[in-house]
C-alpha cells in the first residue's frame, strides 16, 4: 500500500533501476506517516560516508506529538539497505553519472520503506515528449469514448 508518491521523479527522470531501502523514524514520524502528513516531490538521496540518507522529505507533525519531543518536518533520514547494494549504487552514481530519487513509501510487513531509483535526468525536449505522449493518450480515450457513445 503506497503512502506517498513522487510523480515528478518519473516526469524529470529516465528511471533505470529501482531498489528498496528501509528508513530509520522516529516515533512521532511513524504517527504523521500512517495520518498521511508525508510530502516526497522534493526529496533526494545523497550517500555520505558509505550510507544513503533521504534529504526533503516532509513529514508534517501532528497537532498531537508528545511535548517533549521537538519535531523536524526536514530532518533528513537514514536509508537502511546492503552494503554491497549500497557500493554498487556508489560505483554507477560517481561513475556513470546517475543519480538517486526516490519514488515512493509503501508498507511492507508493518515497517515504511522507501523506493529509490537509479535514475538519468531528463533533458528539456525529453519532457515535451513526455508530455505530448500523455496529451496523445488523454484525447484518445476521449475521442474512443466520444466514439462509443455516438453509436449507440
Known amino acids: 500500500m503506497s503512502i506517498a508518491e513522487n510523480r515528478r521523479a518519473r516526469f524529470d527522470y ?9 528508513m530509520v523514524l ?11 502528513q508525508v510530502q516526497l516531490t522534493d526529496g ?3 550517500i555520505r560516508d558509505g550510507e544513503l540518507y ?6 508534517n507533525a501532528l497537532r498531537s506529538a508528545s511535548t517533549h519531543v521537538t519535531p523536524e518536518a526536514d530532518r533528513t533520514k537514514k536509508l537502511l539497505m ?7 549504487l556508489i560505483g554507477k552514481v560517481e561513475q556513470k553519472g546517475f543519480t538517486l530519487v526516490p519514488l515512493d513509501l509503501h508498507y511492507k510487513g508493518g515497517r515504511v520503506k522507501a523506493e529509490i531509483a537509479l535514475a538519468k535526468g531528463k533533458a528539456q525536449h525529453d519532457k515535451r515528449d513526455t508530455e505530448k505522449k500523455k496529451d496523445w493518450e488523454r484525447e484518445k480515450g476521449r475521442l474512443m469514448r466520444h466514439k462509443v457513445s455516438s453509436k449507440s
Do not use: D, N, S, T
Open 44 to 46: 533526494y538521496v545523497v
Open 82 to 88: 546492503h552494503k554491497e547494494e549500497i557500493r554498487r
Open 54 to 59: 533521504l534529504i526533503g522529505c516532509r513529514i
Open 26 to 36: 522516529q516515533g512521532w514520524e511513524i504517527k504523521a506517516v500512517r495520518a498521511g
Open 14 to 22: 529516465h528511471i533505470e533501476e529501482r531498489f528498496e531501502a528501509g
